[in-house]
């Protein structure tokens, strides 16, 4: 059993910076892929980013890439997601998920959100304009 838990969501201007942070409970983090999504009221969950359990290799949707980048520190079992110039479109409850795989598969599916087996509880990330 992995228990996620994200911190570090708040209010922030647009143009702005916050950086999510999701500790593991377990030391079996190291062995995961580990991904972001966000959801707001009335929308499907999104793919947010990825990244695979060395590190060395991330994906981002589209939206995101060039302001969010991602992060992990294996030693500390913790993920990150940095967020810079941040628009009020960014506004949502950010998850972070573990995946049962340790690399970002070539079919994506780590993008729809299958293959992951824990979840956190999210932490509200909302962009004034």
């Known amino acids: 059993q992995v228990q996620l838990v994200e911190s570090g969501g708040g209010l922030v201007q647009a143009g702005g910076s916050l950086r999510l942070s999701c500790a593991a409970s377990?030391?079996?983090?190291?062995?995961?892929?580990m991904g972001w999504f966000r959801q707001t009221p009335g929308k499907e969950r999104e793919f947010v980013a990825a990244?695979?359990?060395?590190?060395?290799?991330?994906d981002y949707t589209d939206s995101v890439s060039g302001r969010f980048t991602i992060s992990r520190d294996n030693a500390k079992s913790t993920v990150y997601l940095q967020m810079n110039s941040l628009k009020p479109e960014d506004t949502a409850i950010y998850y972070c998920?573990?995946?049962?795989?340790?690399?970002?598969?070539?079919?994506?599916?780590?993008?729809?959100?299958?293959?992951?087996?824990?979840w956190g509880q999210g932490t509200q990330v909302t962009v004034s304009s």
């Open positions: 998920a573990a995946n049962r795989l340790r690399v970002l598969d070539n079919g994506l599916e780590y993008r729809q959100g299958r293959g992951y087996d824990y």
């Open positions: 990244i695979s359990w060395g590190g060395g290799n991330t």
């Open positions: 377990t030391g079996t983090f190291s062995s995961k892929a």
